[in-house]
Each structure stands twice: as C-alpha cells, then as structure tokens.
C-alpha cells in the first residue's frame, strides 16, 4: 500500500495567541510540525508529502525539513484564504495516478498512531473515502439562545479527526466542484459527502489531538514523555 499525504500548513492558528505560526512552537526538541511531518516521514507506506504554505514562511518550512531530514516532502506549494483552498493547491500539485490514495492531516495534529494511518489507507482504497473520527463521550445538546433544543443520541455521534483519506480522482472532483460553486467546507469529507459518495469512518484515538490552545501544548508534552519520546 502506498499514499501521499497533503498537509495544509498555511493558516494562523490564532487562538494559540503565539506570536508566530503554532506550528513553529516547540514541542519538546522540537516544533510542532516537524512532529506531524515524523509521522510520516517514518512510514513506509507514505510515497511524499507536499504542504500548503505562506510563501512568506517558506524559508523557515525548509529549514525545518532540512533540520530533521524530511526527506519524503517533494513540494511546497502555495495555499489560499482557507483551508480548502490550501487542499486543492496540493491536489493541482500531484503528479501521480489518478487512482492512488491521498490523505489530507492537520499539521498540527502529531500525534496519529500509524496503525490509524493503515487503516484509513485500505479503507480508502476498498470504497473510495475514509475519515478518521472518535465516539463522542459526553452528552451532546442542541442550544439555541441559552435553551436546549435537543439532545442528540450519543451513540451515532463521532468526533471528526484528520487524516482523511480518499482515491485522488474521487477528492480531486468533488474539491474543484465545491470550489467553482462557493461551497464552504471545514474539512475533505463535506465536499466528498456533497459530491454525493459515502464516506466510511476509521475509530480513531483520543490522543490524537490538534495543538489548538496553551492547554494543549502542555498536554502535548505529557504524551511526549508517556511514548518516550520527550528528548
């Protein structure tokens, strides 16, 4: 099994409150993305990697891939206003077949088990698109103006993760579709979903946290030390 994996790296991460992109904050010896990039720079299934970036970071993404030996990114392209913009950029930028596997993942998310990754990589090849996702642990309610609505059965609702996984061709139209049609979507699986094809869902781990806040780092450095690789 083989997959490239596109990582949409040109965001602002404002609600870390950094001075900087989140991604450049150390986490342990060092920075965030360079953790998501190990992920799969370690996989022998991943072919490369290509990340959306602001042109105006770009010096400091090759430093870090040339720092840590990155070896499997094969492009930085540049990505858009919004994350979807910054997906399809990386999708104009593959040059492999049509039918191979691509997977989409946060680059702030560090820490996916690369048994998650297979699996999402052989579902995706067997029906075309998989997500991964947790089962959502607390009750749920829907509120409208301080009232409760609803409450929503816990038992058919996930929490939605990265990576994504689907056939280029499938994620490729669906994207360029969303696009021409001003769809806004917040992640890979809306404009697949819209585009009308079934998305399976992978169970994915708790820990595989996005480095959204200050809180999270803290948590980050915990799961460093528990997997042993806090250095």
Known sequence: MRYTVMIPAAGSGKRMRASQNK???QLGDRPILAHTLQ???EDEWCESI???IKEEERLLMEAIAKKFNLSKITQFVVGGAERQHSVHACLEAYDGSIDGIILVHDAARPFIHQSTIHELVMKAQETGAAIAAVKVQDTTKVVASGIVQQTLPREQLWAIQTPQAF???LLYNASKEALAEQFEATDESMVVER???PVHVVESTYDNIKM????DLSYGHYLLKERGELR
């Open 23 to 25: 991604l450049f904050l």
């Open 39 to 41: 992920r799969f720079q």
């Open 50 to 52: 290509i990340i959306a």
């Open 167 to 169: 056939r280029y061709e």
């Open 195 to 197: 585009y009308g094809a």
């Open 212 to 215: 959204t806040t200050t809180a």
